[in-house]
Every structure is written in structure tokens, then in C-alpha cells.
């Protein structure tokens, strides 16, 4: 007889388990048959089967518990090998012995590993434009990365590094410069060649990500120089502005955790980038407009989300399908703004909505459907547009709601940095009026900050 198995590699996925193939040509029985399957040395077996039965006294100690003989009457003595390792990956005999007789099989195992969705985030400016950074983790072998635009062509990279870890995984790193007048929807996309296999993630920097060149301040600047020793005390302002200004770049491109701006700085900073609302009101939730499975404080600051539903009338003004709930205010004309603490919470959506957004069935929570808002899942956070766009900075703590109904328009800053997240654009909102709204799964909590 001879022995048999595939003439090329197989490949097995850590954690899951495969099957080496392996049978005897012509078919016929191994019952009373030695079958020994190994790597580099006979007596080191990865599974032996001998004497009609299986033997494990002398089974290499990282294949215990992990190995089954799949044998039956036609020859067949294919391994099955459970929870892959990286370790399983090489060389491997399928060794059949009859008596004096003896032949065998030498198969190629290859393991591959699919890692995280890639994890695109603002890092600081660089060249003029925005650097970016995409990261993943958890890939074998090392993975192809690239970064393309939504018609597939590349974009070029600034940067790559491939580090392997501890557990003997890949990670990877790779980054871009985004001009403002470059494409700014882009895909970081890491790719594993051996299995096939790709992750995608899909992003977009919008215009107030961008440092702006205020021509004011240029004209100003040469003037004061020209008259530096008749104009001290304009001197010494200007150069507090510019402070101010590159303070606000770093802090802009520094992922929220980051910040640099002083606590003393802050006030004559958030001047230049945002113009501060007029009025902070001070928001509270509508009960009677609240999802029967949130719980809401006395004080109506705080909202969570429990298992069970709580005893509450059915009325025109409730939501009753999603998690949702109103504010009791509502804003019809000026500049408003509060802020919102969604903590550590990996499922939420907050932003607002119109007055007379639908309160029964199932309905688009974008501005389709009369919501303007941001979200996080898990770990991703986008803006609720149509359909959604992934937001490049790590989800915030506490945000920050500007609502201009003037123009129509409703901006999301991170309150902790004063990091831009996203605006919907001037003319978003319609003419009516406009209340906070809120959206909370388990083990989240929002809390509405006075």
C-alpha cells in the first residue's frame, strides 16, 4: 500500500480546528494497524494509534487533549487537531506501519490568524494637512495594509510598521497625510493574503478638523511688526492670540486625551475656534416622552436603560419602539448649548431632534428622520448621517451640543479637549422646534450636565 495526503499545504485559523488528510491507496482497513502521526521525530508523536486502540503515554505534552484519529474501514487515518496554535504550524508525517512494512505522508500545515477591525484616529498635523493613524492587532502572518479611496485606488501611506507581540501575533501601524483638498473619504484596509480575507474601515475628516488662516490676523501681524516699538501693548496681544491659536492646533489634533490647552487659556481660546452659545440652558428629560425601558433620576439629569419595562401609559408623546427620550426644552430660534457625559458607555446616541419626530414603530434615526446625532458602538463612533460616517478620534467622555437655529445647524464638540467632532451643515435642521434627544442600551448611562 502506500500511504497518501495532499499535495499541497492545508491551512488551519488560530482557535479553530482542522483536518489533516491522510489515507491508504489501494482502500482497505488499518484496523490492525500501527498509524503515527508526527513531526521531526518518531518517538515524539502527535498521535499514535496501535494494539486497536489509541496511545497517548508518550504524546508530546502541547497536542494532549487536542488530537482525534478520524480512521475507518477504507484506509482513511486523517488527524483532526483542535484549538490551532501558532506552534501547529510546519511539517507533519502521517506514518503507517503493517508488520516488517512501513510507509508514510508528509503534509505542510500553515496557520493563519484574521485580527481587529482596523482603528483610524487623528493624531496631530503634519506637512500642511492632517496626519492620520490606522492600527490593528492580532493578524499571522503579517498583513498587507494599504490605505485606497471609495473608488479602490490607493492612497499613499506616510508610514508603516508591523510589530509582533507577545503571543506571537502581528500588529500593525500605519498612517497618512490628509490635505484639505485631497479625497477625504478614505479606507484603511489591512489584509490577510494567506487566508483571503480583509478588513475595511471607512472614514471621513470634515472641514473643522482643518486649521483655517484667518487673513485678519495675517494683515495685523505685519502691522504690528512695523510698528513693534510704538505699539507695545498690541505686541504683547498678538503674540497671546498666536499662543492661543497654537495651542488650539495641538489640542484639535491630540485625540481628546492629549490636551494642552491651560486651564487659564481656555476661555480667550474657545473665542477664536467656536463662538461660545448664547445661552445654556439647563436641560432636563421629558418623562412622558420616554421609552418605557429607561429609567429616568427625579431630577431628570440622568437616564438608563432597564431589562424590564416600567409601568407607564401609552400616550401619543411616547417613544415605543426604540430607546429614546426628549428633552423638556425646546428651541425654536438662537444659540444654545449642553453637554452630555456618556462616560465609558459603548452603546449610545445622543444629539437632538424635531418636534414632531415619530414616536411609534420603527423610524431612521438620522436626519431622515428627524434626528441629527453621533453614536457609539462598541468601538465605533460615527455621526448618524445617511448613511453613517465613522468619526476619526476615540469615542469622548463628555460632549458638548451647540445648537444654532438661526442657521439650521447643530455642532459636536469633545468637552474635555475642544476637539471638533462633527457638524451637521448650516440648513440641516428645519424651521420647528428643536429638542435634546437621547438613545441608551444596557450598561450604559447618559447624564445631562448643568
Not at 374 to 396: C, H, I, K, M, N
Given at each position: 500500500?502506500?500511504?497518501?495526503?495532499?499535495?499541497?499545504?492545508?491551512?488551519?485559523?488560530?482557535?479553530e480546528?482542522?483536518?489533516?488528510?491522510?489515507?491508504?491507496?489501494?482502500?482497505?482497513?488499518?484496523?490492525?494497524?500501527?498509524?503515527?502521526?508526527?513531526?521531526?521525530?518518531?518517538?515524539?508523536?502527535?498521535?499514535?494509534y496501535?494494539?486497536?486502540?489509541?496511545?497517548?503515554?508518550?504524546?508530546?505534552?502541547?497536542?494532549?487533549?487536542?488530537?482525534?484519529?478520524?480512521?475507518?474501514?477504507?484506509?482513511?487515518?486523517?488527524?483532526?487537531?483542535?484549538?490551532?496554535?501558532?506552534?501547529?504550524?510546519?511539517?507533519?508525517?502521517?506514518?503507517?506501519?503493517?508488520?516488517?512494512?512501513?510507509?508514510?505522508?508528509?503534509?505542510?500545515?500553515?496557520?493563519?490568524?484574521?485580527?481587529?477591525?482596523?482603528?483610524?484616529?487623528?493624531?496631530?498635523?503634519?506637512?500642511?494637512?492632517?496626519?492620520?493613524?490606522c492600527?490593528?492587532?492580532?493578524?499571522?502572518?503579517?498583513?498587507?495594509?494599504?490605505?485606497?479611496?471609495?473608488?479602490?485606488?490607493?492612497?499613499?501611506?506616510?508610514?508603516?510598521?508591523?510589530?509582533?507581540?507577545?503571543?506571537?501575533l502581528?500588529?500593525?501601524?500605519?498612517?497618512?497625510?490628509?490635505?484639505?483638498?485631497s479625497?477625504?473619504?478614505?479606507?484603511?484596509?489591512?489584509?490577510?493574503?494567506?487566508?483571503?480575507?480583509?478588513?475595511?474601515?471607512?472614514?471621513?475628516?470634515?472641514?473643522?478638523?482643518?486649521?483655517?488662516?484667518?487673513?485678519?490676523?495675517?494683515?495685523?501681524?505685519?502691522?504690528?511688526?512695523?510698528?513693534?516699538?510704538?505699539?507695545?501693548?498690541?505686541?504683547?496681544l498678538?503674540?497671546?492670540?498666536?499662543?492661543?491659536?497654537?495651542?488650539?492646533?495641538?489640542?484639535?489634533?491630540?485625540?481628546?486625551?492629549?490636551?494642552?490647552?491651560?486651564?487659564?487659556?481656555?476661555?480667550?481660546?474657545?473665542?477664536?475656534?467656536?463662538?461660545?452659545?448664547?445661552?445654556?440652558?439647563?436641560?432636563?428629560?421629558?418623562?412622558?416622552?420616554?421609552?418605557?425601558?429607561?429609567?429616568?433620576?427625579?431630577?431628570?439629569?440622568?437616564?438608563?436603560?432597564?431589562?424590564?419595562?416600567?409601568?407607564?401609559?401609552?400616550?401619543?408623546?411616547?417613544?415605543?419602539?426604540?430607546?429614546?427620550?426628549?428633552?423638556?426644552?425646546?428651541?425654536?430660534?438662537?444659540?444654545?448649548?449642553?453637554?452630555?457625559?456618556?462616560?465609558?458607555?459603548?452603546?449610545?446616541?445622543?444629539?437632538?431632534?424635531?418636534?414632531?419626530?415619530?414616536?411609534?414603530?420603527w423610524?431612521?434615526?438620522?436626519?431622515?428622520?428627524?434626528?441629527?446625532?453621533?453614536?457609539?458602538?462598541g468601538?465605533?463612533?460615527q455621526?448618524?448621517?445617511?448613511?453613517?460616517?465613522?468619526?476619526?478620534?476615540?469615542?469622548?467622555?463628555?460632549?458638548?451640543?451647540?445648537?444654532?437655529?438661526?442657521?439650521?445647524?447643530?455642532?459636536?464638540?469633545?468637552?474635555?479637549?475642544?476637539?471638533?467632532?462633527?457638524?451637521?451643515?448650516?440648513?440641516?435642521?428645519?424651521?420647528?422646534?428643536?429638542?435634546?434627544?437621547?438613545?441608551?442600551?444596557?450598561?450604559?448611562?447618559?447624564?445631562?450636565?448643568?
Amino acid at each position: 500500500f502506500k500511504v497518501m495526503g495532499p499535495d499541497r499545504p492545508v491551512t488551519a485559523v488560530v482557535g479553530e480546528e482542522i483536518v489533516l488528510p491522510c489515507h491508504l491507496a489501494p482502500r482497505m482497513s488499518t484496523e490492525n494497524m500501527e498509524v503515527t502521526w508526527f513531526r521531526s521525530q518518531l518517538f515524539q508523536f502527535v498521535h499514535r494509534y496501535s494494539d486497536g486502540k489509541d496511545q497517548y503515554e508518550q504524546q508530546m505534552p502541547e497536542y494532549q487533549q487536542r488530537t482525534e484519529l478520524l480512521k475507518d474501514e477504507q484506509g482513511n487515518v486523517t488527524l483532526k487537531i483542535l484549538h490551532v496554535r501558532l506552534s501547529d504550524e510546519g511539517q507533519y508525517r502521517c506514518f503507517v506501519q503493517d508488520g516488517a512494512f512501513y510507509e508514510e505522508a508528509v503534509l505542510e500545515l500553515k496557520v493563519a490568524a484574521s485580527g481587529s477591525a482596523p482603528h483610524v484616529s487623528i493624531e496631530d498635523y503634519q506637512d500642511g494637512g492632517i496626519r492620520v493613524a490606522c492600527r490593528s492587532a492580532g493578524w499571522y502572518p503579517e498583513p498587507e495594509v494599504m490605505w485606497r479611496d471609495l473608488n479602490g485606488q490607493a492612497f499613499p501611506s506616510a508610514s508603516q510598521t508591523n510589530s509582533r507581540e507577545a503571543n506571537g501575533l502581528y500588529r500593525t501601524e500605519t498612517s497618512a497625510i490628509i490635505m484639505e483638498n485631497s479625497n477625504r473619504n478614505l479606507s484603511c484596509v489591512v489584509r490577510n493574503t494567506r487566508l483571503s480575507q480583509e478588513k475595511e474601515s471607512l472614514f471621513y475628516i470634515s472641514d473643522p478638523f482643518f486649521p483655517k488662516v484667518n487673513p485678519w490676523m495675517v494683515s495685523l501681524g505685519v502691522t504690528l511688526v512695523v510698528l513693534l516699538g510704538a505699539f507695545a501693548l498690541s505686541v504683547y496681544l498678538f503674540k497671546l492670540k498666536g499662543k492661543c491659536w497654537s495651542r488650539t492646533y495641538r489640542e484639535q489634533g491630540s485625540m481628546g486625551n492629549k490636551a494642552v490647552v491651560l486651564h487659564k487659556d481656555r476661555t480667550l481660546c474657545k473665542k477664536y475656534r467656536y463662538p461660545p452659545p448664547k445661552y445654556k440652558p439647563n436641560v432636563t428629560l421629558d418623562p412622558d416622552t420616554a421609552h418605557p425601558n429607561l429609567v429616568l433620576s427625579e431630577d431628570g439629569k440622568r437616564v438608563r436603560r432597564a431589562e424590564t419595562k416600567q409601568p407607564r401609559p401609552d400616550t401619543p408623546e411616547r417613544f415605543d419602539s426604540w430607546a429614546c427620550a426628549l428633552g423638556r426644552e425646546g428651541f425654536t430660534s438662537g444659540r444654545h448649548y449642553w453637554e452630555v457625559e456618556v462616560g465609558d458607555g459603548q452603546y449610545w446616541r445622543m444629539g437632538v431632534a424635531r418636534e414632531s419626530v415619530s414616536r411609534k414603530g420603527w423610524i431612521s434615526l438620522s436626519p431622515k428622520g428627524g434626528i441629527w446625532a453621533v453614536r457609539r458602538r462598541g468601538d465605533q463612533f460615527q455621526a448618524l448621517t445617511d448613511p453613517e460616517t465613522p468619526l476619526p478620534l476615540s469615542p469622548p467622555r463628555r460632549i458638548r451640543v451647540c445648537l444654532d437655529c438661526d442657521r439650521g445647524q447643530v455642532t459636536f464638540i469633545d468637552a474635555g479637549s475642544e476637539a471638533p467632532i462633527f457638524t451637521f451643515p448650516r440648513g440641516s435642521l428645519p424651521g420647528e422646534r428643536i429638542r435634546p434627544w437621547l438613545w441608551v442600551w444596557s450598561g450604559s448611562q447618559l447624564s445631562l450636565c448643568p
